[in-house]
């Protein structure tokens, strides 16, 4: 219990983990880990075959969502074509910022300007995409509170330009959570989850010292995947999410 407390796993779910171990036989900490990794196991999204895959990153202001977006650029240009959008025209250099992550990554970037509608910004980029058949787009917001609604309505917005380029929207529509907020993320898991349809999750900022217990109330009670961790803060310091390692790092 207290291994699980001190993970941010939060108490309801101590709770729930707790009452299965005490019916488990055999070793306390391999069952432990297994109960955690299975609590962590969402089915992925599934996309179809057409190009290109979008990928959208939205987040709470510092939550490490301009540094993954350029983190998927870079791992997604080992596998094609990427278009990275600058897609947040509220933070002053934003643009800046994630141009010189793309020349890190060797993709091409999208420009916007402070005050920009990001919407239209999106449309442009969507334009782009589907006539040089990029294979994969990857788009940056504006990191914004989960208590804006109007904020949220422009995150409905782009997504509704999306639609109108692929019908289901973003085939990974990602919301990124950092590791170091406890179990004040769930809330806001569950409203950009309630206002953008988010099918994903990243785990930032998972080198520090928090355990990042949270994802597991936020994967049950949302049913979202977690997809990657984000260990570092280098370019390829992403990794795809495994249960079994996490379940592995909180209980050791």
Same mark, same amino acid.
């Given at each position: 219990?207290? =291994?699980?407390?001190?993970?941010?796993?939060?108490?309801?779910?101590?709770?729930?983990?707790?009452?299965?171990?005490?019916? $488990?036989?055999?070793?306390?900490?391999?069952?432990?880990?297994?109960? #955690?990794?299975?609590?962590?196991?969402?089915?992925?999204?599934?996309?179809?075959?057409?190009?290109?895959? =979008?990928?959208?990153?939205?987040?709470?202001?510092?939550?490490?969502?301009?540094?993954? $977006?350029?983190?998927?650029?870079?791992?997604?240009?080992?596998?094609?074509?990427?278009?990275?959008?600058?897609?947040?025209?509220?933070?002053? $250099? $934003?643009?800046?910022?994630?141009?010189?992550?793309?020349?890190?990554?060797?993709?091409?970037?999208?420009?916007?300007?402070?005050?920009?509608?990001?919407?239209?910004?999106?449309?442009?980029?969507?334009?782009?995409?589907?006539?040089?058949?990029?294979?994969?787009?990857?788009?940056?917001?504006?990191?914004?509170?989960?208590?804006?609604?109007?904020?949220?309505?422009?995150? !409905?917005? #782009?997504?509704?330009? #999306?639609?109108?380029?692929?019908?289901?929207?973003?085939?990974?529509?990602?919301?990124?959570?950092?590791?170091?907020?406890?179990?004040?993320?769930?809330?806001?898991? !569950?409203?950009?989850?309630?206002?953008?349809?988010?099918?994903?999750?990243?785990?930032?900022?998972?080198?520090?010292?928090?355990?990042?217990?949270?994802?597991?109330?936020?994967?049950?009670?949302?049913?979202?995947?977690?997809?990657?961790?984000?260990?570092?803060?280098?370019?390829? +310091?992403?990794?795809?999410? +495994?249960?079994? +390692?996490?379940?592995?790092?909180?209980?050791?």
């Amino acid at each position: 219990m207290e =291994i699980l407390i001190q993970a941010d796993v939060g108490v309801k779910y101590a709770e729930v983990i707790r009452a299965k171990l005490e019916r $488990a036989e055999g070793d306390r900490i391999m069952a432990l880990r297994e109960e #955690i990794a299975s609590l962590l196991s969402q089915p992925r999204p599934s996309r179809g075959v057409e190009a290109p895959v =979008i990928t959208m990153v939205s987040g709470v202001n510092g939550s490490g969502k301009t540094t993954t $977006a350029a983190k998927l650029a870079n791992l997604h240009r080992k596998a094609g074509t990427v278009l990275l959008v600058s897609g947040d025209t509220y933070r002053d $250099a $934003a643009h800046e910022q994630l141009n010189i992550w793309a020349q890190r990554a060797g993709v091409e970037i999208v420009a916007s300007q402070r005050g920009q509608d990001a919407a239209a910004v999106v449309h442009d980029a969507m334009s782009k995409a589907f006539a040089k058949k990029n294979s994969h787009v990857v788009i940056d917001t504006a990191g914004r509170l989960h208590t804006r609604a109007d904020l949220m309505e422009e995150l !409905k917005k #782009i997504v509704r330009v #999306i639609i109108k380029f692929r019908p289901d929207g973003p085939d990974y529509n990602i919301l990124t959570i950092d590791a170091n907020l406890g179990q004040n993320s769930i809330q806001q898991a !569950k409203i950009f989850t309630e206002a953008i349809a988010v099918n994903g999750l990243v785990l930032t900022k998972f080198d520090g010292t928090a355990k990042g217990g949270a994802i597991i109330p936020i994967c049950n009670e949302l049913r979202l995947p977690v997809l990657y961790l984000g260990v570092g803060e280098g370019i390829e +310091d992403i990794v795809e999410f +495994d249960p079994e +390692d996490f379940a592995r790092s909180v209980t050791t």
